[in-house]
């Protein structure tokens, strides 16, 4: 049955948003109540890197093979990923506002990096519309997308790690894996990653059907 | 074969005396605006910053024009005639030289008509040199992508900024430290092997992917 994966991720999001907001969380100061948006926050971002790590296979495939296919997939996978960063910035923020204070802050990498793979993805599908021809459009895009792809993920992988950061994890933080995520959480945690990752599969399946058979129409 | 590309890179600048020209005119019009509006006098952080946004604007202003030249029966020819990898190797070390030139030149006038505020030299220097290369690999690419696209200046400086930034982050904390005159010993080993790391990647990276481009 080729929908499974469509219902265990509809599943899987809907058990973590009832059981993510009624199981019992580890009692920590300022963070409080508020660190259940860990079940909301952290998984969509794992599926906008995933979606972008999606886009970034597609058009590794797409100048191997030199097809246009790949490149409409990339640019569809790339687009479900920029759509994702939308809900993780505004979980994100509404976050940093009850724990940090402030709605944003240049103090940490990771916000500035979220805010440069914004730009580069807004670059990249800017070049994509300024192209005409299909088959020229798929060689430039593709190029551009896997050398931004390496950027971004120095960007957001690489640099926070040597600088001070507020994020757990980084700059001698302590990530939440080490003691704040206790059992109970991952039992929410774990799910929410998979289940909004099949969502955001889900979504960049339509997505693409919908462009192919609109190819096929203008015909 | 790469020799005779980069000879011919430079042939063609220096025949064009206006845009060598032109450049050093916008270089040295811009630092002393800059240096008008802030009265030759800054503190060390925005001397460093002042600095490095007027040579990353220097720098995707004339890198963009790298590939501007190649379109037609010039694109034609060399497509016919020259191997693509040879063409952005040949590109990209025309630009590090150009690129180095240049930042030397700015570094001369800004601290001619601002105040120089640098105490570790060597260090500045050196920093200097990695960020003239890495900015020239990375921008040529680029440069060829928008030169695909049309060409236009607009589309140059939407596709290189935000990929610059990571270049530009580990550039500006690592000149911070020289210009506050952080001793060797101090210096941060991990940014330097960061910045080291950006231009092998961003070179290597051209010389994969441009042949790619250069089919039309």
């Known amino acids: 049955m080729k929908h499974w994966y469509k219902a265990l991720g509809f599943l899987l999001i809907l058990y973590t948003l009832v059981w993510g907001l009624l199981n019992p969380v580890p009692r920590l100061d300022i963070l409080n109540e508020t ?47 920029f759509f994702f960063s939308l809900p993780g910035l505004a979980t994100g923020s509404l976050w940093a ?12 990498p990771k916000l500035n990096g979220v805010a440069i793979s914004i730009l580069i993805y ?50 001698g933080n302590p990530a939440f894996g080490k003691y704040d995520l206790d059992n109970n959480m991952r039992m929410v945690f774990y799910p929410a990653v998979i289940g909004w990752i099949l969502f955001s599969y889900w979504l960049y399946e339509l997505r693409y059907r919908i462009s192919v058979i609109n190819n096929k129409v203008n015909e | 074969m790469i020799t005779s590309l980069i000879k011919k890179e430079f042939q063609l600048e220096f025949r064009q005396k206006s845009t060598l020209g032109g450049v050093l005119v916008y270089v040295i019009g811009t630092i002393f605006v800059s240096a008008l509006c ?23 202003t004339i890198s963009g024009k790298s590939f501007v030249k190649e379109t037609g029966g ?58 003239s290369s890495g900015l020239a690999g990375i921008l040529s690419l680029m440069s060829a992508i928008a030169g695909k696209a049309g060409g236009s200046f607009a589309m140059m400086s939407i596709l290189s900024f ?45 010389f994969l992917l441009f042949p790619y481009l250069w089919r039309d």
């Open chain 1, 35 to 81: 660190i259940r948006n860990v079940y909301y926050h952290v998984p969509i971002w794992f599926a906008m890197l995933f979606m972008m790590g999606w886009s970034f296979v597609c058009s590794i495939r797409s100048l191997a093979s030199d097809s246009v296919d790949f490149d409409n997939k990339a640019y569809h996978s790339a687009f479900v990923g």
């Open chain 1, 97 to 108: 506002k009850f724990t940090w204070g402030t709605w944003w802050t240049f103090q940490d």
């Open chain 1, 122 to 171: 807004l670059a990249y599908f800017i070049l994509r519309f300024s192209v005409e021809d299909e088959q020229k459009r798929a060689r430039i895009s593709a190029v551009y997308n896997i050398f931004a792809f390496i950027m971004m993920n120095v960007f957001i992988m690489i640099l926070p790690r040597l600088t001070d950061s507020l994020h757990p994890g980084n700059g």
């Open chain 2, 38 to 60: 802030f009265k030759g006098k800054l503190d060390k952080p925005t001397w460093n910053a002042l600095f490095w946004v007027i040579s990353l604007f220097t720098s995707v």
């Open chain 2, 74 to 131: 010039q694109a034609l020819f060399s497509y016919l005639y020259y191997n693509p990898r040879h063409f952005i190797l040949a590109k990209t070390l025309y630009n590090m030289v150009f690129m180095l030139a240049l930042s030397l030149v700015t570094f001369f006038f800004y601290g001619f008509f601002i105040k120089n505020e640098v105490e570790n030299l060597p260090l500045f220097l050196m920093v200097l040199c990695l960020a």
């Open chain 2, 162 to 206: 935000p990929v610059l930034m990571p270049l530009i982050l580990v550039i500006i904390r690592l000149s911070k430290q020289a210009v506050d005159g952080i001793e060797w010993a101090g210096v941060s080993a991990d940014l330097m092997v960061i910045l080291l790391a950006l231009n092998v990647l961003s070179v290597a990276l051209s």
